[in-house]
Nanobody, 115 residues
Framework: QVYLKESGGGLVQAGGSLRLSCRTS????????FNWYRQGPGKQRELVAS???????EYSEFVKGRFTISRDNARTTVYLQMNSLKVEDTGVYYC?????????WGQGTQVTVSS
């Protein structure tokens, strides 16, 4: 059974930083790409960042230069380092993996950025 568990969210002032973690189990970690999504209040879920099995990364325009996605294959964990946080970064952040054409999600971690 695939299990994704996010942590590291919290309340931070604008300009601050947070590091999110996504612990995984039930997948052959090293062969899968992983994604971070977020859902702000009253908004649809949107893709934030992706990392391939080889470590290539992609970012949505609204986080480029501020967020960094990374992975630790030994710890089967995906990270999202978030710097220069803005109020509009507020939302629930979700870890995602697609395995055998099925989408798996964690329960999410809340990030709140205050002005």
């Amino acid at each position: 059974q695939v299990y994704l568990k996010e942590s590291g969210g919290g309340l931070v002032q604008a300009g601050g930083s947070l590091r999110l973690s996504c612990r995984t189990s039930g997948v052959t970690f090293k062969i899968h790409p992983f994604n971070w999504y977020r859902q702000g209040p009253g908004k649809q879920r949107e893709l934030v960042a992706s990392i391939s099995s080889s470590g290539q990364t992609e970012y949505s325009e609204f986080v480029k230069g501020r967020f960094t996605i990374s992975r630790d294959n030994a710890r089967t964990t995906v990270y999202l380092q978030m710097n220069s946080l803005k109020v509009e970064d507020t939302g629930v952040y979700y870890c995602h993996v697609n395995r055998q054409q099925y989408d798996f999600w964690g329960q999410g971690t809340q990030v709140t950025v205050s002005s």
